[in-house]
Each structure stands twice: as structure tokens, then as C-alpha cells.
């Protein structure tokens, strides 16, 4: 019995085509390429059309687990099978982190015969954003110690309200809380300081909800830094810092330009985690992408309760941008996960787990219809998987009102999500997708968490600490109150418990403390313990990944 190819193996075995012959699929002149190598291209901001005519499709999932439910691959597959069934179609995807990929993941470009090449460069340097985000962002942390350090020229900064941190893109736990200026006066002030990993950067956040360069330096202007000794609130444009940094994202600005393993062009341009950030690529992509082609499929991270949230809340309203269509992923696997079954025996046939836990799809599905959207159900197709537990969610869906589609995408490309997509767009041509945000910006921030914990977790309440009460009325001095909120907790569960698998009630959640986004515009509530820093895990992805003399990558899953 033959076994199934890697992922890699997959991706260095492909045809691919020169990154030109991409991009003459969707209408772009090789004049307008900025050429990193053969297979992978800057695109223009010129590119983007005022009001582009493409149908947007975003792609979410049901709480994933630590296996991982495959959106990104049914992502890639949908766009496949658009291409498939002869519509014009992009995905519009996030660029990996390289905290997963030596973490848990050891790739982030998709799975099996759904990927995006080349895969290698993708889940590494790639084009270099992220490095250009990180230095923006540690530019400006090395701007404040600087002035701080300066007895002349300074902003009296108070160092205790400094909240701007360093970042890498890395999970290094040991960084998450340092001490920096040891050594005496000529190395800086002494003071707490802590890394946050890069897609957690606001630099990250406001480079995705940007519109151009001059909404980006307006925006890294407004980012917030921490106030004087006599509490005035001091920004990045007071330490004269914004020409600088964007200087450094001049080209992270543009999108990235890939193709599908089966010779579809894709746009890979931002990555911000959706657990401790808005979670979704580029403004600038998506529009790109509308304006090249007549469909584009586009993700959010993690599960309905947080990418989708933020993405409909955050980027559509911040935007303009609305989707179309919703499509919601999900697994046997996952259903028997949150069904109860132990990680021992979720590849076994077990209808009954599938039944329990189907609870957990429903909700999802519930919440992405109070946002006036009807969503298409993906089942991300293993071999293990049984008809009967097939027909125990396609029923489970019918009764909601929803389609429930399995996807073979992993195995067969495009060809194995030809249905799927036959299914979503019969959603966008049904008309009934019309989308409608659950509070409003003028709303109080308490109304806006409220909204969210109560109509999306399903939760009882909201409880503040008392430092997050104190936070709240500087909130309000900070003129904040009118943006919306990008909640961070654990994606694992709808609660700020990760252990509240399924569908959970009779729960509160608790806000622990605020941090403010002036320059990306949301205000960030902390729940439960989810740090803005992972660690590795015990045996993390790095061991397992090398490269051979001649080299050849090895390792990415």
C-alpha cells in the first residue's frame, strides 16, 4: 500500500510556471512586477480599483483543535474549484509566521494537492515582510529608549507607561518579559520592556487595514506610546518617527504575487494571528484581488467566534469591504473532538461523537447568520471518515438552513472542490447575503464586548478586573471609545477556557486587562491567559526540519 506524499514533497515535485505567466492569467503587464526570483512577484497599489466589481468569499472554520482543521487548504481548494468550474478566481491569502512553522505547524501554505508554491519560500523569508514590519516596530522602540536616554531633547516620557514592545517572529517564550539598560547610563535607562511575536505587532495590524502610504503613515502616526510625567499622551509622530518607519514597509506595502499547485495565481500579503490580533491579510490584497478577477476566496484565523468576528467587525467596517458569501470549514475529526472523544480515538468511526459535537459547528454556523450571512459548510475530507458520519453533519446543516459540502481538495486539487463551488456560488447568485455588523461603532466599548461574549461565545457576561476598569477610563481620554474591539483569547473554545470544548453556557468571561491600537483603530480586551508571545511546544517543528547539501528543505510538513 502505497502511502500519500508529504506536503513537501508534494510542492517540490510540482510544475511550476514562471511567476509572468501568472500574472498575464489575471491581466497584469510584466512592466508591473517587481520580481523576487522566478516564482514570486511584487504587485503594485495601482493595481487596486476604486470600487472593484469581484465577489468576495471569506473562509472560517468551527473552533479548531490542535491538529488543525485545514482552512487554509480549503481556501486554496475553493479558489481551485472556481477555476475548475471556469469562473475567474484569486485566493487572497495571509503570509505564515515563522512561530508556527518551527512550533507546531511546520508549514502554513496549505496541505496535499491544495497548496501555494512555492511552499519552501512561503513558510520562510518569503518576500521579506515580516523582517520589515519587525525593524519598523523596533525602530520605534529603539526612537522612545532613545529619547528617554536624552537629557536635552526629550518628550519626558515616563518610562513606567511605556506599553510599545520589541517583536520577533519567533516563539520565544524567555523574551515575553525582560529588563533593558542594564550595564549603566551609557546602555539606556533601565526599565521592564518584553517581546511580542511580529503577527502580533500593531505595525503588523496597520499595515493589513491600510489603503495606501499615506493612510499607513497616518496611521503608524497615531500609534500610541505611553505619556509624559505630567500624563499627556505621547505618540509615534511626536517622536518624529513615522518618515522612517515607513521608509521600511515601502515595499512590505506591496502584495505578493504566487500560484495554486494548479497553476492559479494566489496574493499572500500580511499575517496577523486572529488569537491576539484582527487576523485576516491586507486590505490592499483583498482589493487587489477584486480587481483582477470575478471571485475572490479569502481566509480569517482560527474559528468563526474570532477571525470571521474580527474580519466582518474590523476590516469590512473599517473598509467598506463586505463578503459575499461565508464559507465555514470543518472535520470529522474536529466534530469528535468536541463530541468528547479522547485524541487517541478521533480517527475511529464514532457517529455518536459526531453527533455530540456537532454542537459546536451550529453555533458557529448561528453566528455567522446573525451577521446576515448564510454560510456554505466545507467538510475537509480523510480517508478515516465514514459516510454515516458524513450524513450525520449534512443533516445537522439542513436543519439550519445550510449546505454541507464535502471537499476533496487535499487529494484532488480543484477537480475534488468543483461542488463546493458550484455551492457557493449558487450562495452569491441566491442574493441573501446581506451582511450588517452586530454593534455599532458609536457604541460603548462595555456594549461592544458585551455584544461579542453574549451573541458570539454564547457567554452569560462580562467581568472586569479592576486594572481593566481603570484602563477603561483612559480609554475614554484617549478619545478610543468609538473603535471597535479586537477581543484575544484562546481559540480553542468559545469561552476564555480552552478546556470548554463544544458548545459551552452558563459561562462569564473575564477582561482582564486593555491595551490600545490608535494606529491600526480597535481597542484590544485581554481574556483569560493567551500571551501575545508563544512558547514552543516540547517538541517543536525546528527538530524535525533540514536541509540537504544540494539544498533541498526538508521537514515542512
Known amino acids: 500500500m502505497s502511502t500519500f506524499p508529504s506536503d513537501i514533497e508534494i510542492a517540490q515535485q510540482a510544475s511550476i510556471r514562471h511567476i509572468k505567466d501568472i500574472a498575464a492569467k489575471i491581466g497584469i503587464s510584466e512592466d508591473d512586477l517587481e520580481y523576487y526570483g522566478r516564482y514570486k512577484a511584487k504587485l503594485p497599489l495601482t493595481l487596486q480599483k476604486e470600487k472593484p466589481q469581484g465577489k468576495l468569499i471569506l473562509v472560517t472554520a468551527l473552533s479548531p483543535t490542535r491538529y488543525g482543521e485545514g482552512k487554509t487548504t480549503m481556501t486554496i481548494g475553493l479558489a481551485d474549484g472556481l477555476n475548475h468550474i471556469g469562473k475567474k478566481a484569486i485566493a487572497v491569502l495571509r503570509e505564515p509566521s515563522l512561530g508556527p512553522v ?66 520577533m517572529d519567533m516563539n520565544d517564550r524567555a523574551l515575553r518579559q525582560i529588563i533593558i539598560g542594564l550595564g549603566g547610563k551609557a546602555n539606556g535607562i533601565m526599565r521592564e520592556d518584553g517581546f511580542n511575536i511580529t503577527p502580533a505587532s500593531e505595525i503588523m495590524a496597520i499595515l493589513c487595514l491600510s489603503n495606501d502610504m499615506e493612510d499607513l503613515k497616518r496611521r503608524l502616526g497615531n500609534i500610541y506610546v505611553g505619556q509624559t510625567f505630567d500624563g499627556k499622551p505621547v505618540f509615534a509622530r511626536d517622536l518624529k518617527a513615522v518618515g522612517a518607519m515607513a521608509v521600511l514597509l515601502k515595499d512590505a506595502i506591496k502584495p505578493n504575487l504566487v500560484q495554486t499547485l494548479d497553476g492559479n495565481p494566489a496574493i499572500l500579503h500580511g499575517g496577523p494571528f486572529a488569537s ?24 480569517a484565523g482560527f474559528g468563526a467566534d474570532l477571525g470571521a468576528e474580527k474580519f466582518l467587525h474590523i476590516k469590512c467596517v473599517a473598509s467598506g469591504l463586505k463578503p459575499d458569501a461565508v464559507m465555514v470549514v470543518a472535520t470529522v475529526r474536529a466534530l469528535k473532538h468536541h463530541g468528547g472523544a479522547s485524541k487517541d480515538n478521533l480517527t475511529d468511526p464514532n457517529p455518536d461523537a459526531v453527533r455530540k459535537g456537532f454542537c459546536n459547528l451550529e453555533k458557529h454556523i448561528e453566528n455567522v447568520q446573525k451577521f446576515g450571512l448564510n454560510p456554505v459548510v466545507a467538510i475537509n475530507a480523510f480517508p478515516t471518515d465514514t459516510e454515516e458520519e458524513y450524513d450525520i453533519i449534512r443533516k445537522g446543516c439542513e436543519s439550519r438552513g445550510v449546505s454541507a459540502i464535502v471537499s476533496r481538495a487535499f487529494a484532488q486539487g480543484g477537480e475534488g472542490s468543483a461542488d463546493l463551488a458550484r455551492a457557493v456560488t449558487a450562495s452569491i447568485e441566491s442574493g441573501k447575503n446581506n451582511f450588517k455588523p452586530l454593534y455599532q461603532l458609536t457604541d460603548s466599548i462595555e456594549h461592544k464586548i458585551q455584544t461579542v461574549a453574549t451573541e458570539i461565545y454564547g457567554a452569560d457576561g462580562v467581568e472586569y478586573t479592576s486594572k481593566a476598569r481603570t484602563q477603561l477610563s483612559q480609554i475614554k481620554k484617549l478619545g478610543y471609545e468609538q473603535l471597535p474591539v479586537c477581543m484575544v483569547k484562546t481559540p480553542a473554545s468559545f469561552s476564555d477556557d480552552e478546556k470548554k470544548i463544544g458548545r459551552p453556557t452558563g459561562f462569564k468571561v473575564t477582561v482582564r486587562e486593555f491595551e490600545y491600537a490608535g494606529g491600526a483603530g480597535f481597542v484590544i480586551p485581554l481574556l483569560g491567559d493567551v500571551m501575545r508571545m508563544p512558547g514552543l511546544p516540547s517538541i517543536p517543528s525546528a527538530e524535525h526540519i533540514d536541509i540537504s547539501p544540494d539544498g533541498k528543505v526538508t521537514g515542512l510538513f
Not at 491544495?114 to 525602530?139: C, R, W, Y
Not at 491586507?282 to 477584486?290: E, Q
Open 102 to 167: 518551527f512550533g507546531v505547524k511546520g508549514g502554513a501554505a496549505g496541505g496535499g494537492y491544495s497548496q501555494v508554491i512555492p511552499m519552501e519560500d512561503i513558510n520562510l523569508h518569503f518576500t521579506g515582510d515580516f523582517s520589515a514590519i519587525e525593524k519598523a516596530n523596533n525602530l520605534l522602540s529603539a526612537m522612545i529608549d532613545n529619547n528617554i536616554q536624552n537629557k536635552e531633547h526629550n518628550l519626558n516620557i515616563d518610562p513606567r507607561t511605556v506599553g510599545w514592545k520589541r517583536v
Open 276 to 299: 491576539i490580533a484582527q487576523g485576516t491579510n491586507t486590505v490592499i490584497a483583498t482589493r487587489t484581488g477584486l480587481s483582477l478577477s470575478d471571485y475572490v476566496v479569502t481566509e
